[in-house]
């Protein structure tokens, strides 16, 4: 018989049992965090200077000259049980135990998250290995991760400046952290360090240590004049006993939100000045690909401008505005200096100590303003780039043109001299009269005449004479292109000339009122000094280098097509339609512009030299073909609309031709007949492909026509088929 107190008993240790079972087993083993280093890349470092890293837990960075040198990936994971809790690291030593420099090289460490937000503490002053964060705890919440970057400060140039260049920083870091595991009554600590995986970074003191932009205010620059518009200064004070050499410096126009920034078409030149020189360094013209928020190198390739050790040098940028600028855009350069530093010590004699190039900002924006008082314009421009030497057809042309200060006074002649490299472009003569050069000058202004011309094809030179014809209904030009000068590139592909014009005399045409009668005359004056001539470029590329990036590719072919199959969406400037025209029919006859020139057969053409070149497959070649073939047959003849019929000059005073212009569209070819007074017939052109012909007053038989009235009519033929004749017209000639 079980007596009472045995049941007790037993019935205490059944409930201390089942108590003991109710217990929760503890499956994991204590707190665990991955820790890996992420390799960040290694760079070199450059002496610090007076801004610290600054910033409060929690809140985001401001490196200063601070740099990060190492990255870390923290996560949280449960190998054996998935605990709720989050882990809290408490605090991270920074030693460079694994590298050369010392506390001495270094000024600052700073320990951030992934969205450089500092954690543990602000950034410490480092005056011994070492370092360690544990102000506050920095939170890994469960099963999640972050990436904790540390970055260093370096000492200013002059601490740095006995022995730190080229020491190493390879940091270890030292993380202790907390977890509390399922199951355990507390939190548990555990240790884990990782060492920087990627290349040492390395202490660099060579080269500049640092550039300043002077502020320099250059104020308001006017149209055709010049300025500066940048100066900053580069010292070097480091511990090579070498000079600094610059190779290199690019420049970029910042983009401007509240005002239109300068680009290619407002700057003609950018100058190198060492400040107090007057000769530049570096001169550029820039090219249509400089535009705002992009670099251009202003320095030549074999540039090296040396700077004496541990001593400044201040450098201006200075431009020269075009004639063509807009008043008001504005010019605020972004500078990138590049530099290095030879190694002449014994035991390191070769090296080279490339800086970490400097930027300076302009800090002080200049205008463009209008064009000086009194100054008028002559522009030459309008071909910058030409087919390379191909064969002996027309390719191509320079335009001159004319802007006066004054609307009330408009161009009266100009006696002077073009020149330009006559080993990048030939001037094209009259096949029909070699004799005659003033053929090479299409003018293009109505009452002005070419009336001589002489060109020596070897000085690449050209002197011309052009006249204004006095008439009752003439009107002087104040604004706009005044002739066509056809050239042809002879040199390679790469090639380029300048152009300029040398002004022998230029005349001015004044309206005066008479004050008695309310007449307006013409009053001629030399105007000579008072005009600017703006120099253009002319550019040598490939024939089918349609977009003018030097190489026959593709994309030449496609752009091609597509202007076949939708001219108007897609269309080709003039220039880039004589680079396309690579087959017959040619794009120019006889010097002008043959409409419909470009065909399917031109786009073939490119497509196989871009495959020849091996910058295209067959595959891609054939595609644009098909686009090409299918837009040439479902193309249709433009229909023939003629908007204006001119004959210039008329009356005919001091010319040796009168020119016959038709506006319109769809114009395959014109012809002109001129008749006397009594009808009978004098000259037949007979259809001429275009849009316009000239007459040298000779009758259809070589002789020159008298003076009097005469009568003409025009008789257009349209690609459609359709013919339209003017009706008779008069012409009057009294030379």
């Not at 752009?559 to 400037?573: E, G, R």
Request: net charge negative; hydrophobic share 40%; glycine share 8%.
């Amino acid at each position: 018989m079980i007596s009472r107190r045995t049941v007790y008993i037993l019935l205490m240790l059944l409930t201390a049992i089942a108590a003991f079972m109710a217990i929760p087993a503890r499956t994991g083993v204590g707190p665990s965090l991955e820790i890996a280093d992420l390799g960040y890349e290694a760079k070199t470092l450059n002496p610090g200077d007076a801004t610290p890293m600054e910033c409060d837990v929690g809140d985001k960075i401001k490196f200063g000259s601070g740099v990060v040198v190492m990255k870390i990936r923290v996560k949280d994971v449960d190998p054996t049980a998935d605990d709720p809790s989050d882990v809290k690291i408490k605090e991270i030593q920074i030693d460079n135990d694994n590298g050369s420099a010392v506390a001495d090289d270094i000024a600052q460490i700073a320990i951030v998250d992934k969205d450089n937000r500092c954690i543990l503490e602000a950034p410490q002053d480092v005056d011994s290995f070492p370092v360690t964060f544990d102000a506050e705890e920095f939170i890994i919440p469960d099963n999640q991760e972050d990436i904790i970057q540390i970055a260093v400060r370096l000492e200013d140039s002059s601490t740095l400046q006995d022995n730190a260049e080229g020491h190493t920083i390879k940091l270890r870091a030292r993380i202790r952290y907390e977890e509390r595991p399922s199951g355990a009554p507390d939190w548990e600590t555990a240790t884990k360090e990782v060492i920087d995986g990627g290349a040492d970074e390395v202490i660099h003191n060579g080269g500049f240590e640092s550039a300043v932009d002077n502020n320099y205010n250059g104020g308001i620059i006017p149209i055709g004049g010049s300025g500066i518009v940048q100066e900053f200064t580069v010292c070097d004070d480091d511990a090579l006993g070498d000079d600094p050499v610059i190779d290199e410096i690019q420049v970029m126009n910042k983009e401007d939100t509240e005002s239109e920034s300068a680009d290619f078409n407002d700057i003609a030149v950018i100058n190198l000045f060492v400040k107090g020189e007057t000769t530049p360094r570096a001169s550029i013209t820039p090219d249509p690909s400089w535009v705002p928020g992009t670099w251009l190198t202003i320095t030549p390739r074999d540039f090296a401008l040396i700077v004496r050790d541990d001593h400044c040098l201040t450098l201006q940028i200075g431009v020269v505005i075009s004639p063509w600028a807009y008043p008001g855009h504005v010019i605020q350069l972004r500078t990138h200096i590049s530099t290095y530093e030879p190694d002449t010590r014994e035991s390191r004699a070769g090296e080279i100590h490339p800086s970490v190039d400097p930027e300076v900002v302009d800090g002080t924006p200049e205008v463009i303003g209008e064009a000086p008082e009194r100054a008028d314009l002559i522009m030459i421009g309008s071909a910058p780039k030409l087919p390379a030497a191909i064969d002996h057809r027309p390719v191509g042309f320079v335009t001159i043109s004319w802007k006066s200060h004054d609307p009330a006074r408009g161009l009266g002649g100009i006696q002077g001299t073009l020149r330009w490299n006559p080993k990048v472009i030939d001037p094209i003569d009259d096949p029909y009269d070699p004799a005659d050069d003033t053929n090479s000058f299409e003018v293009l202004a109505p009452y002005y005449n070419i009336i001589s011309a002489k060109i020596d094809h070897l000085a690449g030179t050209a002197n011309f004479v052009l006249t204004y014809d006095f008439g009752p209904d003439s009107i002087p030009l104040i604004e706009g292109e005044l002739f066509k000068f056809h050239v042809r590139g002879v040199g390679s592909p790469g090639d380029w000339t300048q152009l300029n014009l040398d002004l022998l005399k230029v005349d001015g045409l004044a309206q005066v009122m008479d004050p008695i009668t309310g007449e307006v005359s013409l009053v001629q004056e030399e105007i000579t000094a008072n005009v600017l001539v703006a120099a253009g470029e002319v550019r040598l590329v490939m024939l089918g280098d349609v977009d003018g990036n030097g190489a026959i590719t593709i994309n030449d072919a496609l752009l091609v097509a597509k202007y076949l199959v939708d001219p108007v969406s897609y269309p080709l400037t003039e220039e880039q339609l004589i680079l396309a025209d690579v087959a017959p029919p040619y794009y120019l006859v006889d010097v002008r512009a043959l409409p419909d020139a470009i065909t399917s057969a031109d786009v073939a053409a490119i497509a196989r030299m871009a495959v020849t070149f091996g910058l295209a497959t067959a595959a891609e070649a054939a595609e644009v073909i098909t686009l090409a073939l299918s837009a040439h047959q479902q193309a249709q003849p433009q229909p023939l609309v003629v908007d204006q019929i001119l004959a210039y000059p008329n009356p005919v005073v001091s010319a040796e031709a009168v020119h016959f212009v038709v506006e319109g569209q769809g114009i395959e070819s014109v012809k002109v007949e001129i008749f006397d007074l009594a009808g009978r017939a004098i000259f037949d052109s007979g259809l001429v492909a275009g849009n316009a012909l000239e007459w040298d007053l000779l009758d259809d038989g070589g002789f020159p026509v008298a003076n009097g009235v005469y009568l003409y009519m025009v008789t257009i033929r349209g690609w459609d088929g359709q013919v339209i004749r003017s009706e008779v017209r008069k012409l009057v000639v009294m030379r």
